[in-house]
């Protein structure tokens, strides 16, 4: 397979190539214009499962070639301090939700003071109504009144105070038990990271560690593809890239197919240019499932970037560096405007009408 990238620009003619004499005429015939590029196959869905925490891995549960479902569990880390973190939070919400019951003892305590509290404030009212009413006879004084209504005054006062530290107690034992829950959510979640979980179904297609390997957070652990939905993964020289549009029809040939052709279309063309291959990455999908769909497979295609019928062709070797055409019984030959070129073909667009005779110009 060649490395490189060429612009291969094919001609389909219907009929014989003419005549090898020194003189030829121009000829009418179909035109196609293609786009070659090489690449290898690909999943159109494929991704790489990582790592979410450090540990050392104590059991892979998949090998290459078996399917996996989404949320299926692919390995397990182990990974202690998730662990202790989520057993602390499992034991801190306990604690915060004994805090939250009747029964707590803080609970417990102010409740019984404002049960008391409601007696001695009781015990006042009355104690006010009885020296106010003997008051009424002059049978206590003045101050004795003010003192029994300053006593009923503080004891309401007190009774206010507990009610309200009870519910500040209970508040803050509900903003514990809230912040203790969600605590408990995010040490669950980081222990779940523990077992990394197929996110979206496929093919085991790589396998990268083994039981008792150590890994750190973003390792690669393995690869999984969509073996269903397979394309050919192109490398598009930058010269040609801005011919290439989605839907285009293209004919692709594997290297192990000694080669069959399989019918393809443009099925995305990445924006960002490749640094790595110095290329731009085209997917072509297939019309039908590949022959052959083993990922990385080398190939060939051929992008169908133009069609012409009736167009005005002669040999290529009649063509000067110079777009010139030596006609026969002419001193100086012709300059010419060319369309597509291909290795033994060349569309002539302005300066010939058909009817010509060629010669090779001489040397």
Known sequence: ???????????????????????????????????????????????????????????????????????????????????????AADKQLAIALSNLSDNAPAIRELTANIELAEVKKAQEERNVQRYRSLRSTNSVSA??????????????????????????????????????????????????????RIPVAGTCIRVNRKNGDFVKKGDVIAEIANLTSIVAKLNVDE?????????????????????????????????LYDEASQSYICDLLFDSIPSFSLIGTRLEANIIVGEKNNALLVPRTYLSYANTIQVKGEES???????????????????????????????
């Open 333 to 363: 030959p012709r300059t010419v405007r060319i369309g597509i070129k291909g290795t033994e073909w060349v569309e002539i667009l302005e300066g010939l009408d058909g009817s010509e005779e060629l010669i090779m110009h001489k040397k």
């Open 143 to 196: 101050l004795e009144l003010e003192n029994a209504e300053l006593a009923f005054s503080t004891a309401l006062s007190n009774l206010n105070a507990l009610k309200e530290k009870l519910r500040l107690s209970k508040q803050q034992a509900m903003q514990s038990e809230i912040s203790q829950r969600a605590l408990k959510e995010v040490n669950e979640s980081l222990s779940g990271y523990n077992k990394v």
């Open 239 to 271: 010269t040609v890239v801005s011919r290439i549009a989605m839907g285009q029809e293209a004919f692709v040939s594997l290297n192990v197919n000694g080669g069959k052709v399989e019918t393809a279309r443009v099925h995305k063309l990445y924006p």
């Open 1 to 87: 397979m060649r490395n490189n990238f060429l612009l291969l620009l094919s001609m389909m003619v219907l009929t014989a190539c003419g005549s090898k004499s020194e003189s030829v005429r121009p000829k009418r015939d179909k035109v196609v214009e293609t786009i070659f590029a090489s690449g290898a196959l690909d999943a159109n869905v494929r991704y790489q499962l990582t790592a979410q925490v450090d540990g050392y891995i104590t059991e892979i549960k998949v090998s290459e070639g078996m399917s996996v479902l989404e949320g299926d569990v692919f390995a397990v880390i182990d990974n202690a301090s998730n662990n202790a973190n989520a057993s």
